[in-house]
């Protein structure tokens, strides 16, 4: 089990990812993907902040582990979780996102942003680079892993499956796909969308290790993180792993949750007021209910 | 190597080169989607270098871009019309966007497989020449495409090599003519009265024509465009300023391919051939048939050529 003061650390880095992503929303004049943003905080968080074996003073270094973010169009979110872990400048982000010349767009470019893995943003791109990833790192008998965050929604594209086909026929046990399950695409109606179930059988079925999560619940993230059993490349029943995180799209803030209108959109100032103030007010009840509010932490 | 007319498999010459390069290179990848058996010899040496991840082009695309982010230089042994056509969007993304040192090396050219219009690749020039970074080669003689290979070796972008069938081909050059460089032209025959422009298959199309001709008096040059992008302008300004007539074949859409490449030098440059023809496949999805009988269907095998070139200078 994951320490309490841990738990409480990566609680409150959540809330500040959640606020830093409402102050964007708010002042941006364009749109921004809160919903999704939102559903992968906990995710985002668990991975750099506690799971993932990076350096943001060394950001190439060759034994870290990879991240691509395959749900490109969450990428205010991954440079906000990065920054907060001290890969980039917070201030930077805040005041230039999206504008012209910015390193920092709707979809993550490589090119102009080092430090992230790969260029992405066309759906259903990202699981096959992380399957070139840990096919490389493989062949060079490298023990870092590669994880790769997906959307739900994208895996309706062919490509993912045709990459969850060569993961699992090879046998890449360096792989990981974190999987965004907050069961809400863009235009996803009530009774009338895609249904993707029965979800972890699909990934089963393609040879993979599958361990289902709470996404919002960083303890039992970080539980499934810690237990990953350690890469090795001459295990001959090694498998791919994909953690179906459970979520809930607009998590966090009431109006928001599970309301496909908030795919991509912009706040108000009074929203985004009532939206930070939710936010306090749950980090404050999560706190006292895991006890991480009687002083066990710092 | 092999002297002029042995007859030669491209495809073999691209396993023979991959399996040499990888012994020499460790960074040397061969990827396929079900068409690596001419790979095999390399895939039995290099086993941890070598990946076939079935019928599926978008996939070994977005690999192959994965692996090159991590340093490596794959090789994706592919069909052309799948590895231009189903993967173009990871070609564009994954690949050209980041600017990845990928080799896509596609046979079944053109109309040569004979396999009808799902299996041409008759768009494959004008869609992988659009992309940015994207150098595209297509390969007359089957050692050519060893030669290209080696060469780039020290090329870090994106770059296609087109073959024809890559079955067995005769060899219309000396070993030591082809130096792969990519972003030249090779004049195949000399001749002052027109130039006959044309990649792949098409270029021993296009020496026919110049042999028929010079049996009517004309002397034709035939140059090999092999280098479609980045395309030998010099070369191309060169051969209007001393010929005049310029006719381009190509096993290919007759608009969208080397010939609107040419064209757009001309018009840029203010150039103005004192005759111009573009011969290939016209706004039209073609039957069944090997590909010269459709070469001479369409009119753009050796004799439309040779004809093209009598029009012309009338």
């Known amino acids: ?298 | 190597m092999s002297a002029i007319g042995t007859m030669v498999s491209a495809r073999g010459v691209v396993g023979q080169t991959l399996h040499e390069l990888a012994a020499e290179h460790p960074h040397v990848w061969g990827l396929t989607s079900d068409v690596g058996d001419p790979i095999k010899a390399f895939a039995q040496a290099f086993p941890d270098r070598y990946v076939d991840v079935g019928i599926a082009e978008q996939n070994v695309v977005g690999i192959a871009a994965g692996l090159a982010l991590e340093g490596m230089m794959p090789f994706v042994a592919g069909m052309a019309p799948f590895i231009s056509m189903r993967s173009l969007e990871q070609n564009r993304t994954d690949v050209c966007y980041q600017d990845l040192p990928v080799r896509f090396v596609g046979w079944g050219g053109g109309l040569t497989t004979g396999g009808g219009s799902t299996h041409n690749a008759m768009e494959d020039v004008a869609l992988m020449r659009t992309l940015v970074n994207m150098a595209v080669v297509s390969c007359s003689d089957p050692n050519m495409v060893g030669a290209v290979m080696r060469r780039s070796m020290a090329y870090e972008h994106p770059l296609y090599i087109r073959l024809g069938k890559g079955k067995s081909d005769p060899c219309i050059y000396e070993p030591e003519t082809m130096t792969g460089e990519i972003g030249a032209g090779l004049v195949a025959r000399d001749g002052g009265d027109a130039t006959i422009m044309a990649h792949g298959e098409l270029v021993a199309e296009a020496l026919a024509a110049a042999e028929q001709l010079a049996a009517d008096g004309i002397d034709a040059r035939v140059v090999d465009m092999y280098s479609i992008k980045p395309l030998d302008t010099e070369l191309l300004l060169r051969c209007v300023d001393e010929t005049g007539y310029l006719v381009v074949t190509e096993d290919h859409l007759a608009f969208g391919g080397l010939a609107s490449a040419i064209a757009d030098v001309l018009v840029d440059e203010g150039v103005r051939p004192k005759g111009f023809r573009r011969l290939g496949v016209p706004q039209l999805y073609t039957g069944f048939g090997s590909a010269p009988e459709q070469w001479v269907k369409y009119g753009y095998g050796r004799d439309g050529v040779a004809a093209a070139v009598r029009e012309l200078l009338a």
């Open chain 1, 1 to 298: 089990m994951a320490d309490p003061a841990e738990i409480r650390r990566l609680d409150e880095l959540s809330a500040e990812m959640r606020r830093l992503l409402l102050r964007l929303c708010g002042h941006y004049s364009g749109a921004i993907h809160i919903g999704g943003d939102m559903s992968m905080v906990e995710l985002l968080i668990s991975l750099y902040h506690h799971g993932m074996n990076v350096d943001p003073d060394d950001f190439a270094n060759p034994e870290r582990d990879r991240f691509i973010l395959s749900k490109g169009h969450g990428a205010v979110g991954m440079y906000i979780a990065m920054a907060l872990r001290g890969y980039f400048d917070m201030d930077e982000i805040m005041a230039t996102y999206g504008q012209l010349d910015s390193a920092y767009g709707m979809h993550p470019c490589k090119i102009q942003l080092p430090g992230v893995e790969s260029s992405t943003g066309s759906l259903g791109h990202g699981l096959p680079i992380a399957v070139g990833l840990a096919f490389a790192a493989r062949q060079r008998r490298e023990s870092h892993r590669v994880f790769c965050l997906l959307g739900d929604g994208e895996t309706c594209e062919g490509s993912v499956w045709e990459s969850a086909n060569t993961a699992g026929s090879y046998g890449l046990g360096n792989l990981v796909a974190v999987i965004d399950r907050n069961k809400q695409m863009m235009s996803s109606l009530e009774g009338v969308a895609m249904n993707l179930e029965p979800y972890p059988d699909k990934w089963r079925a393609f040879r993979w290790r599958v361990v289902e999560v709470d996404g919002h619940d960083v303890g039992a993230i970080c539980d499934v993180l810690d237990a990953l059993p350690p890469v090795d490349h001459d295990d001959p029943n090694a498998q791919p792993i994909a953690i179906v995180a459970h979520t809930v799209k607009g998590k966090g803030i009431s109006f928001m949750e599970r309301n496909v209108g908030w795919h991509a959109g912009s706040l108000t100032d009074e929203q985004m007021h009532e939206a930070l103030a939710e936010v306090d007010a749950r980090l404050a009840e999560r706190l006292a209910a895991t006890g991480g509010g009687i002083g066990g932490g710092s």
